[in-house]
């Protein structure tokens, strides 16, 4: 069993950024594929970024595609997603996820979720 914790979200204005955290305990990430997934008021749960058990194969959602980088610290056991060129849209609360197998896109895969941290982007 793993617990995950976000931090690092905010306000920011549109073409500011930020970097997500998401801090595992009870388990190695290496152990998991670990994944950011958002959902804005009124919407779906959506993918954002995917990291590989390895830390070698990353996925992004077309929107984030050039803006968004995701990676991993195993030393500190934690994955990131570093967030730049903000756009109103991106507002919405974000999760990050693990998971051991299944589609790296769906939200069903993944077994363990944060509480999620919150990113505002002002116009």
């Known amino acids: 069993h793993v617990q995950l914790v976000e931090s690092g979200g905010g306000l920011v204005q549109a073409g500011g950024s930020l970097r997500l955290s998401c801090a595992a305990f009870?388990?190695?990430?290496?152990?998991?594929?670990m994944g950011w997934f958002r959902q804005a008021p009124g919407k779906e749960r959506e993918f954002v970024a995917h990291?590989?058990?390895?830390?070698?194969?990353?996925i992004y959602t077309e929107s984030v595609k050039d803006r968004f980088i995701v990676s991993a610290n195993n030393i500190l056991n934690t994955v990131y997603l570093q967030m730049n060129n903000l756009k109103p849209e991106d507002t919405a609360l974000y999760y990050c996820?693990?998971?051991?197998?299944?589609?790296?896109?769906?939200?069903?895969?993944?077994?363990?979720w944060g509480q999620g941290t919150q990113v505002t982007v002002s116009s």
């Open positions: 009870g388990d190695s990430i290496n152990n998991f594929a």
């Open positions: 990291i590989s058990s390895s830390g070698f194969s990353m």
């Open positions: 996820a693990a998971r051991f197998t299944g589609t790296p896109t769906t939200p069903d895969s993944y077994s363990y």
